[in-house]
């Protein structure tokens, strides 16, 4: 469990419109230092615009947000970034041109001045995802899904997220892989940083989680911790397949 208690983002009534179409619904959470929350619900529940409304690339119709006491609801995405909130999007979203390194290095933007810092960090990715060191100087479009999903979170992870928006991580993944990105992804939580997950696989992402939201068109539905959400009947029936 989370060694702390404070609160690290608090979304309060936040709603978000694609046109007349309101996505999201006086959505209100907390994720608090060191935690992994999974949100969870089925396709087209909000999930993915949850996520695109934190880091400023969906816009916000209500509501706040802040992030460790700061009122970031206005902020554009690279002040987002700046604060510390580094989204690895749905899809992968990978520079396809580019190289796997110079996908990192464009992830490590804001702190590009700080070379030893990002030589470091970069060999460390390369350290948790081996793959990516033997694919370094390969275009990132050649790569496999699993691959470029790998790429997309170590270059949200220079970012120096203290927060990390993860948007549907094993999407399009073989099992074997989807148990390795999950893998991952509870380590790095265990090594203190702090994970919102969003992922259509509802049992992978409670099994790892400490805290779990139930979203159903745009609004909470159900928040708990992540083993009572295991065992809730009704999720179970919904979302976990019996």
């Known amino acids: 469990m989370p060694s702390t208690d404070e609160a690290l983002l608090v979304v309060e009534g936040l709603a978000s419109h694609y046109g007349p179409i309101r996505a999201l619904s006086d959505v209100s959470l907390t994720v608090r230092q060191g935690e992994l929350v999974a949100i969870v619900g089925a396709n087209g ?23 460790a006491g700061t ?25 396809a041109p580019l190289s796997v390194e110079d996908n990192l ?18 060999e ?24 470029q999903q790998m790429l997309s ?7 120096r997220p203290r927060l990390l928006l993860l948007d549907e991580p094993s999407m399009g993944l073989a099992p074997l892989l989807v148990e390795e990105i999950f893998r991952v992804v509870q380590e790095l939580n265990r090594a203190g940083v702090t994970v ?7 049992r992978a992402a409670l099994r790892i989680a400490h805290h779990g ?30």
């Not at 009122?71 to 520079?95: M, N, S, Y």
């Open 45 to 67: 529940a909000g999930k993915s615009t949850l996520l695109r409304s934190l880091s400023a690339v969906q816009p916000k119709s209500a509501g706040t947000v802040r992030f």
């Open 71 to 95: 009122d970031i609801t206005r902020l554009p995405p690279h002040k987002v970034v700046a604060h510390g909130i580094c989204h690895a999007p749905e899809g992968r979203q990978v520079f």
């Open 105 to 122: 290095r464009l992830g490590a933007y804001p702190h590009r001045r700080d070379r030893i810092w990002l030589e470091r960090e970069i």
């Open 124 to 147: 460390r990715v390369y350290e948790i995802f081996p793959i990516l060191r033997e694919r370094r100087t390969q275009l990132a479009g050649t790569l496999s899904g699993g691959q």
């Open 153 to 159: 979170i170590g270059r949200a992870l220079l970012g």
């Open 196 to 202: 919102l997950l969003v992922e259509q696989n509802a």
């Open 213 to 242: 939201y139930v979203l159903e068109t745009g609004r909470v539905v159900m928040s708990a911790s992540a083993r009572e959400l295991l065992a809730d009947e009704a999720v179970r029936k919904a979302y976990l397949g019996h």
